[in-house]
């Protein structure tokens, strides 16, 4: 995706965003972070 331009922070927003939508109370931690690869779901 040559043309493409992403902010370094769009992966992060569209996340939570996601989040927000599958448990808006934050009860549980669905996605782990792992620095220098990305998300892993649990």
Do not use: A, C, Q
Request: no cysteine; net charge positive.
């Amino acid at each position: 995706w040559k043309d493409t331009s992403v902010k370094k922070r769009t992966i992060n927003v569209n996340i939570n965003r996601l989040l927000k939508k599958i448990d808006p109370r934050n009860t549980h931690n669905y996605f782990t972070p792992i620095r220098g690869i990305g998300y892993r779901f649990e």
